[in-house]
Each structure stands twice: as structure tokens, then as C-alpha cells.
């Protein structure tokens, strides 16, 4: 079954340097996401990717955060300045469709520490 | 905000018993979505039940979902050791951009 790939699955930074987390959506996908979690709390969306262009971004999303798809396969999150609170899991997504009712589909995640 | 609020927020229950956890939401939505999470993984697409529809099954999941009162619940039947996760409902943003999670029930399956 196609699925989506992260990496690296675990880094550890220190505060103020700049982070890229990488992400392999499926093949045929056409909109793409990232989601974080901090450790033993709920999922948080933060920033959705169309056609080249970021469709929906989150208050958490602010501008030390950009989302680029390099070329035809990768999909990175770069967070410019690392902070300590950016600890968490980083969950890149992606679905075939827009429309209501396509499945997104999660990658198994890139564990983020900042020391 | 259109999050998903589950509850309870945990819950530990012997194999065999059927496990039922619960959904309220804010807005209107399209549909709904009930992912699982297994500690220190991805989550992972359970099922979907669309707004006209009030119940879906999926092998020994049943899905309810009641739009009068914004409330969705996820039944899981004769639960296994193996169902111990988390599990979120998530709702679409209006725009049809994001998927909003709630904050998940964290089920404890005890053999």
C-alpha cells in the first residue's frame, strides 16, 4: 500500500538553529500537509499545500515556518530559527483530492527535539 | 472552532468489552473522521461518515453520527489487547482545507 515517508524520523537541535523536516508524499497526491503534536496532547494543523501554494496556514504557523515542494516528490517543512516550545512529533499528510470525504493519509512522523 | 472534542479522555476496559468513545463538534461539517494513533506512531484513517448519513460499520467499528446534536461516536466491539491507542475525531475546516483534530481518547485494552 503507497504511504506517506518522513524524515528524519528523529532530530535533535539546538535553539536557534534551522530545521528541515522532509516528507515523501503519495505518488499521485495533489494536496499536502503538516501537523504537529507536542508530546501527550492533540494533533495541531498547521499549514495545508495546493498547487503550488499554501491554501490554509494555523496561528501556530507564523513566519519562522515555510513550506516548500522542491520538485516533484518532496514536500519540506523548514523552521527558520528553532525555539525550545518547537519540540514535538511533525506529521506530513497528504490526499489524492480536495473534495470533502478523501482519506487523508499520514506519514509516521519526524520526532523533534530542541535543546 | 470546528474541533472534534472527544470523551472520555481515557478509558481502560477489559478484552472482550465493547469500548464507546464520544464526539462533539461545533459547526457544521461535511463529514467526519475517526483516525487511530498508536503511542509514538502516525495516525491512521479509520472511517468516515459522511454529514447524511447516521451510521456507518466497518468490521468491528461502528460509527454514529447524530448532526442535530454535533456528536459522533466511535463503538469498537469485543475489543482486542491491540486496540490500545488513542483515537480522534477530526472535522473539516470550512474550506475544506484542513482536517481539525480533537484531543482523543487514549483506550486501554487490558488481556
Known amino acids: 500500500e503507497p504511504e506517506v515517508t518522513q524524515t528524519p524520523s528523529h532530530q535533535v537541535t539546538q535553539m536557534g538553529q534551522e530545521v528541515i523536516l522532509r516528507c515523501v508524499p503519495i505518488?499521485?497526491?495533489?494536496?499536502f500537509y503538516w501537523y504537529r503534536q507536542i508530546l501527550g496532547q492533540k494533533v495541531e494543523f498547521l499549514v495545508s499545500?495546493?498547487?503550488?501554494?499554501?491554501?490554509?496556514k494555523s496561528e501556530i504557523f507564523d513566519d519562522q515556518f515555510s513550506v516548500e515542494r522542491p520538485d516533484g516528490s518532496n514536500f519540506t517543512l523548514k523552521i527558520r530559527s528553532t525555539k525550545l516550545e518547537d519540540s514535538a512529533m511533525y506529521f506530513c499528510a497528504s490526499r489524492s483530492q480536495g473534495s470533502s470525504g478523501n482519506t487523508i493519509y499520514f506519514g509516521e512522523g519526524s520526532w523533534l527535539t530542541v535543546v | 472552532s470546528q474541533q472534534g472534542e472527544e470523551d472520555p479522555q481515557a478509558l481502560s476496559i477489559q478484552e472482550g468489552e465493547n469500548a464507546t468513545m464520544n464526539c462533539s463538534y461545533k459547526?457544521?461539517?461535511?463529514?467526519l473522521q475517526w483516525y487511530r494513533q498508536n503511542s509514538g506512531r502516525g495516525l491512521v484513517h479509520l472511517i468516515l461518515i459522511r454529514s447524511n448519513e447516521r451510521e456507518k460499520h466497518s468490521g468491528r467499528l461502528r460509527v454514529t453520527l447524530d448532526t442535530s446534536k454535533k456528536s459522533s461516536s466511535l463503538l469498537i466491539t469485543a475489543s482486542r489487547a491491540a486496540d490500545t491507542a488513542s483515537y480522534f475525531c477530526?472535522?473539516?475546516?470550512?474550506?475544506?482545507?484542513?482536517?481539525?483534530f480533537g484531543k482523543g481518547t487514549t483506550l486501554s485494552v487490558s488481556s
Open positions: 477530526a472535522t473539516e475546516n470550512q474550506a475544506g482545507t484542513a482536517l481539525i
Open positions: 459547526t457544521s461539517i461535511n463529514n
Open positions: 499545500f495546493y498547487n503550488n501554494e499554501i491554501s490554509e
Open positions: 505518488s499521485n497526491h495533489l494536496y
